[in-house]
């Protein structure tokens, strides 16, 4: 079921984190470990989600849980829609720009012999062995840091998007892949080929109950509803870019509309900070991840 509320606010996610190509299907995977909200939240939880490109709200509504989507994008709220109707994937302009990263990943040295027999790997030391001596060579390092540095991001990126990554972003992605590898069987981690091959994720079963799909900003849309509406949220990454006043908002928001003990968890592009309460990035398989945050309100 698809809703249209008005949207009044203005945040970054209006206008997409892309300088170009801002009215279109952003993301056509979601690279979140859906793992984590699985393990989580209670059984049939009413649950808040993202909606991104529908993956963990699919994901959740497969598990037994009633699952309202909410996205800004009303074209990828519609793609979104469409997924967990049985339509085929598409590309969005991340997945673009991921498909850029593992052709310059190539011209780095990484071949998909060699990346085949690092994904076949299954003991964590041998996975961090070849990942020093075959994959994180010199060239690698210096094709990684070059394009995750800031300058190089604010060609493709949208400002607000920029200053919420670490000034080295390259470093931190590069250390927060290693310690995935150290965390993860590649073998049994279908987000370790999703992400070094392209490899597409296995589809969720179907909807145990529908999926309630509203176009609307999340903090205005939560906003409306009533009080101890939601047991569950799970955020994507929406707090990235946005400035203090709309993450207050947006806490307030979510305050009014959950039920006691209600769970929260948000995902951030940035380091911990020192009031992260419980980060579990290191638990999220699809290794990206600086913050995990998984807390009660």
């Given at each position: 079921?698809?809703?249209?509320?008005?949207?009044?606010?203005?945040?970054?996610?209006?206008r997409?984190?892309?300088?170009?190509?801002?009215?279109?299907?952003?993301?056509?995977?979601?690279?979140?470990d859906?793992?984590?909200?699985?393990?989580?939240?209670?059984?049939q939880?009413?649950?808040?989600c993202?909606?991104?490109?529908?993956?963990?709200?699919?994901a959740?509504?497969a598990?037994?849980?009633?699952?309202?989507?909410v996205?800004i994008n009303?074209?990828?709220?519609?793609?979104?829609?469409?997924?967990?109707?049985?339509?085929?994937?598409?590309?969005?302009?991340?997945?673009?720009m991921?498909?850029?990263?593992?052709?310059?990943a190539?011209?780095?040295?990484?071949?998909?012999?060699?990346?085949?027999?690092?994904?076949?790997?299954?003991?964590?030391a041998q996975?961090?062995a070849?990942?020093?001596?075959?994959?994180?060579?010199?060239?690698?390092r210096?094709?990684?840091d070059?394009s995750?540095a800031?300058?190089?991001?604010?060609?493709?990126?949208?400002?607000?998007?920029?200053?919420?990554?670490p000034?080295?972003?390259?470093?931190?992605?590069r250390?927060?892949?290693?310690s995935?590898?150290?965390?993860?069987?590649?073998?049994?981690?279908?987000?370790?080929?999703?992400?070094?091959?392209?490899?597409p994720?296995?589809e969720?079963?179907?909807?145990?109950s529908?999926?309630?799909?509203?176009?609307?900003d999340?903090?205005?849309?939560?906003?409306?509803?009533p009080s101890?509406?939601?047991?569950?949220?799970?955020?994507?990454n929406?707090g990235?870019?946005?400035?203090p006043?709309y993450?207050e908002?947006?806490?307030?928001?979510?305050?009014?509309?959950?039920a006691?003990?209600?769970i929260?968890?948000?995902?951030?592009?940035?380091?911990?900070k020192?009031?992260?309460?419980?980060n579990?990035?290191d638990?999220?398989?699809?290794?990206?991840?600086g913050?995990?945050?998984?807390?009660?309100?």
């Amino acid at each position: 079921m698809l809703q249209l509320m008005p949207e009044r606010v203005s945040t970054p996610w209006r206008r997409g984190p892309f300088r170009a190509q801002r009215n279109g299907v952003m993301f056509g995977q979601m690279y979140e470990d859906p793992g984590i909200e699985l393990g989580a939240f209670k059984s049939q939880s009413r649950v808040l989600c993202i909606a991104s490109a529908g993956c963990t709200a699919r994901a959740l509504a497969a598990a037994g849980h009633h699952v309202t989507a909410v996205d800004i994008n009303p074209l990828q709220l519609s793609y979104a829609s469409s997924r967990a109707a049985g339509a085929p994937p598409q590309k969005g302009r991340a997945d673009v720009m991921m498909a850029l990263g593992r052709w310059l990943a190539r011209m780095g040295g990484w071949t998909r012999a060699k990346l085949k027999d690092f994904l076949n790997l299954s003991d964590t030391a041998q996975q961090l062995a070849y990942w020093d001596t075959e994959l994180e060579t010199a060239i690698l390092r210096a094709l990684v840091d070059t394009s995750l540095a800031p300058q190089f991001l604010r060609l493709f990126y949208a400002d607000p998007f920029i200053d919420a990554v670490p000034i080295d972003f390259g470093l931190c992605l590069r250390q927060r892949l290693r310690s995935g590898w150290a965390h993860h069987s590649n073998r049994s981690n279908p987000y370790a080929s999703c992400l070094l091959l392209g490899t597409p994720l296995v589809e969720p079963g179907a909807p145990l109950s529908p999926i309630r799909f509203i176009c609307a900003d999340a903090a205005e849309f939560l906003e409306s509803c009533p009080s101890s509406q939601f047991d569950a949220f799970t955020l994507s990454n929406i707090g990235d870019g946005a400035d203090p006043s709309y993450l207050e908002r947006l806490h307030l928001a979510i305050t009014h509309a959950a039920a006691p003990d209600a769970i929260v968890v948000s995902r951030s592009f940035s380091e911990p900070k020192a009031n992260t309460i419980c980060n579990r990035a290191d638990e999220d398989r699809s290794l990206l991840w600086g913050v995990v945050e998984v807390k009660n309100i």
